[in-house]
């Protein structure tokens, strides 16, 4: 009967650290910006070449057009930075909220929020929407 409980005791403990060792899905949902909440948006990066780098503010209506899509945005699990890496362009969108507050992101086949990058779920439903945006500069 004490095996049985030790047993029981060390599988509990092993589920338990398993469960919280997997990959978790978003801390934050990009359907819940809402618009009057940003103040501006700005969009910088680079053309992956010599001296391509930009910086570029987004217009009230551009900026409006921006969060709408970031509304559609569905977000899956975790990825592991060194898998969600590429070369080349990259386009960066830090979203500045009335209350002082700063958010970046960078999408792509992966979606980058903060530090953490994520599956982009409906990529081939959104991806030519951020191009027309990627092409703004």
Known sequence: MR???IILCISSLIAIILSSCGKQGPNIDL??????DIDSVEHTGTTGGQNGGYSYSF????????????NKVELGNVVNERDALSN???SYYTLYYTDGETLT?????YFKIGDTYYEFKNYDE????????????
């Open 3 to 5: 095996k049985i409980k």
């Open 31 to 36: 359907a819940s910006i809402d618009i009057s």
């Open 59 to 70: 217009s009230e209506s551009e900026s409006n057009g921006f969060i709408k899509l970031l």
């Open 88 to 90: 080349g362009a990259v």
């Open 105 to 109: 992101i960078s999408p792509g086949h």
């Open 126 to 137: 959104l991806w030519d929407k951020f191009v027309e945006f990627n092409s703004i500069h």
